[in-house]
């Protein structure tokens, strides 16, 4: 069952930039963003902590992506620049499965998913 929804992928050119929001956020976990290239296994991209305190970025991102808590909109949002076309994939949003816990890497550690949005960067 889909708990969670993204939103904000779509078609872009490269070094352009682009915001992904996952609603709603638990304000008690940690969420995650990961992404699924075509044919690739899903990869970790970036994670919060509950209180935002502590962020963690995958290589493949970090300086170029945010990863920020919007507790008003009761989102999680994902800001991208200088998009690259390896960057196309389906993104996935996910919620930490106990509570407080500290940000993760590991799929394991999330056990509520989005469904996924599309981002395709074209060169």
């Known amino acids: 069952q889909v708990q969670l929804l993204e939103s904000g992928g779509g078609l872009v050119q490269a070094g352009d930039s682009l915001r992904l929001s996952c609603a709603p956020s638990a304000r008690t976990l940690a969420m995650g963003w990961f992404r699924q290239p075509p044919g690739k296994e899903r990869e970790f991209v970036a994670a919060i902590s509950w209180d935002g305190s502590i962020t963690l970025y995958g290589d493949s991102v970090k300086g170029r992506s945010t990863i920020s808590r919007d507790n008003a909109k009761r989102s999680v949002d994902l800001q991208m620049n200088s998009l690259k076309p390896e960057d196309t994939a389906v993104y996935y949003c996910?919620?930490?499965?106990?509570?407080?816990?500290?940000?993760?890497?590991?799929?394991?550690?999330?056990?509520?998913w989005g469904q996924g949005t599309q981002v395709t960067v074209s060169s």
């Open positions: 996910a919620a930490a499965m106990r509570l407080f816990m500290a940000p993760s890497r590991s799929e394991n550690e999330y056990n509520v």
